[in-house]
């Protein structure tokens, strides 16, 4: 089998097989197959699926297209048939396709990188989960007072105040806590 005269090299791995490590170069893309491959990332020290492929289904395409090394890990979930489509040969094929298509296919793995690094920074620690609800009710607090038809009596802006306090009483209660999982929201909050 052939994609762009670079031959596919179709391999078996076994149960709990690693395809690729997080950080190495996009060397191929791959096609489960038979089995199923699990896509993970460790997120301080516990190991988050992100995805399974399954019959039929791609992955590790990005690191190919954009060229950054590897963003997961994948391992194989069960015994499985995995096949590598190699960069040159996917290379060689975009290479034929119009500019726009290769633009558009560029900007849409931009696009879920970033949209990974923000699911990546979702609020962990306690102390994330506070800096997490003062950016949003600041930004609620905002609103209420640059379009009064929303609250007209001021009654809502009054009780979100009222909220910030007790959340600010909590968030002193347990500030001595030493949370195991490290913060990754600015103090700003994000």
Not at 90 to 107: D, F, G, S, W
């Amino acid at each position: 089998m052939y994609i762009d005269g670079e031959s596919l090299d179709k391999k078996f791995f076994s149960k709990d097989d690693v395809v690729f490590r997080e950080g190495d170069p996009g060397d191929a893309a791959y096609i489960v197959e038979t089995g199923s491959v699990g896509i993970f990332k460790d997120v301080e020290g516990e190991e988050v699926l992100l995805a399974t492929m399954n019959d039929g289904e791609l992955f590790g395409e990005m690191a190919i297209i954009d060229g950054s090394p590897r963003m997961a890990h994948a391992v194989v979930l069960e015994d499985s048939v995995v096949i590598a489509i190699p960069r040159a040969g996917l290379e060689a094929t975009l290479a034929k396709q119009p500019a726009l298509v290769k633009t558009l296919i560029r900007i849409l793995v931009e696009n879920l990188r970033n949209v990974h690094e923000i699911y990546m920074k979702r609020p962990r620690s306690v102390t994330d989960y506070f800096n997490a609800i003062a950016f949003h009710s600041g930004g609620l607090a905002r609103n209420l007072e640059t379009n009064p038809d929303i609250d007209p009596s001021g009654e809502g802006l009054k009780r979100l105040k009222l909220i910030e306090e007790q959340l600010q009483v909590l968030h002193e209660q347990v500030s001595s806590y030493k949370d195991r999982r490290a913060s990754v929201l600015d103090e700003a909050g994000e």
